[in-house]
């Protein structure tokens, strides 16, 4: 799935973190942070998503402001909920705005560029934390790769489940362990991990 992150954001959310433990030092802080996206999403207030987006940031401004007047620890929740509202509202204006769609209106990401690599390049990586004597080949489509190792018959199938969940399956046993809670967002370097270390651990029970 293609990775959005909004300009700004990750500011807004650090102010925030840090307006919730210090609100009275903090509060000048995420009012700059948050102007700075209300900005952003006034630029484009003539689409109707980023007006409103504008206006709820502007309205968690002033609940910030009015808190930090009111002094009071009630008000500042309330801020907090507004204010963080507020961040994932001009997230997600930034990310429906930035997906790519045809003329009428179908997500239609360019071939190649809404996953950044392939199951089977899983695999070919997890053979490189293997060791030498291991190789992969890639199932057709490169939609799953199997690892081997040396002369040995048989191998580890890496694949994707009903469930979509990238698992791993010894072929000796027809033993599977699935990698749940895994995407493309975790990057290839830390799944092919995760697929070695299953393999490994296949092969210790061996």
Sequence with gaps: MQIVIAPHAAEAR?????????????????VMRLTVIREYAAARKHIEVWDETAKQVHEAIAAVCFAQVGRRRKYRRIASRVALAAIVAYEEAYALSSLPYDAVGRYSPEPGTEYP???SDIGRAAVRLLGDDWHAESTPWGVGAVLQVGNERGGYTVGIDSEGDLYVDAERGAVRTVLSGLCAAYGLDEIAARVADAVRDFRKGD
């Design 14 to 30: 650090a102010a925030l973190g840090g307006y919730s433990a210090f609100p009275m030092r903090m509060a000048p802080l995420l």
């Design 117 to 119: 690599f392939a199951v």
